[in-house]
């Protein structure tokens, strides 16, 4: 068993190059820039969503409350389309410093949770290669895990979900090498 305060540089370091590979994942690499799509008429179906007073949340379209309206004909109906989900956030400009701040704590927490895992599976001395397994499986998990239930669930289209769950796959690999390196020998 390894206490998570011996653990601390494998947590840090994990950070910093999850951190690093997740901004050229993003800013670099051109396989994201297709996630999202323009709206085809943006100016008439922002001016009718502003109308609405939308506060930011998540919001289905058609709604029905209970399992006796999804059944309901008009609810049917409406069901030929569109349908959907709407996030909407806050108004204003993106909070860039707030976003990576807030990116940087789950990697954190992400890491810890990782070292708590390992830390208590292993002993010190274990081989890299059995390190990188056990962390990088749980970095995973932290990583890619709720990615298929979004596709499943929510809508979200399979290619962006498949594409995130390779990002976390090498967020991943980064965080079992960090760590399996590092493990107190």
């Given at each position: 068993m390894?206490?998570?305060?011996?653990?601390?540089?494998?947590?840090?370091?994990?950070?910093?190059?999850?951190?690093?590979?997740?901004?050229?994942?993003?800013?670099?690499?051109?396989?994201?820039?297709?996630?999202?799509?323009?709206?085809?008429?943006?100016p008439?179906?922002?001016?009718?969503?502003?109308?609405?007073?939308?506060?930011?949340?998540?919001?289905?379209?058609?709604w029905?409350?209970?399992?006796?309206e999804?059944?309901?004909?008009?609810?049917?109906?409406?069901?030929?389309?569109?349908?959907?989900?709407?996030?909407?956030?806050?108004?204003?400009?993106t909070?860039?410093?707030k976003?990576?701040?807030?990116?940087?704590?789950?990697?954190?927490?992400?890491?810890?949770?990782?070292?708590?895992?390992?830390?208590?599976?292993?002993?010190?001395?274990?081989?890299?290669?059995h390190?990188?397994?056990?962390?990088?499986?749980?970095?995973f998990?932290?990583y890619?895990?709720?990615?298929?239930?979004?596709?499943?669930?929510?809508?979200?289209?399979?290619?962006?979900?498949?594409?995130?769950?390779?990002?976390?796959?090498?967020?991943?690999?980064?965080?079992?090498?960090?760590?399996?390196?590092?493990?107190?020998?």
């Open positions: 390894v206490p998570i305060p011996d653990l601390w540089q494998p947590i840090l370091v994990a950070t910093v190059l999850v951190f690093v590979a997740g901004n050229l994942v993003w800013m670099v690499l051109p396989h994201h820039k297709s996630d999202t799509l323009r709206l085809p008429d943006e008439a179906t922002v001016d009718v969503l502003a109308r609405q007073g939308l506060k930011p949340g998540l919001y289905r379209f058609p029905a409350g209970s399992m006796a999804m059944k309901d004909p008009a609810h049917l109906k409406k069901l030929e389309g569109p349908v959907g989900l709407l996030t909407v956030v806050r108004s204003g400009p909070s860039l410093g976003a990576l701040g807030a990116w940087i704590a789950y990697m954190l927490v992400v890491n810890v949770f990782v070292a708590y895992l390992a830390g208590r599976t292993l002993a010190a001395g274990t081989p890299y290669l390190v990188f397994r056990v962390a990088g499986a749980v970095a998990l932290a890619a895990g709720g990615l298929a239930p979004d596709a499943i669930w929510w809508g979200k289209p399979w290619k962006n979900a498949l594409k995130e769950i390779l990002d976390g796959l090498l967020y991943a690999l980064l965080t079992g090498g960090a760590f399996g390196w590092l493990w107190p020998r």
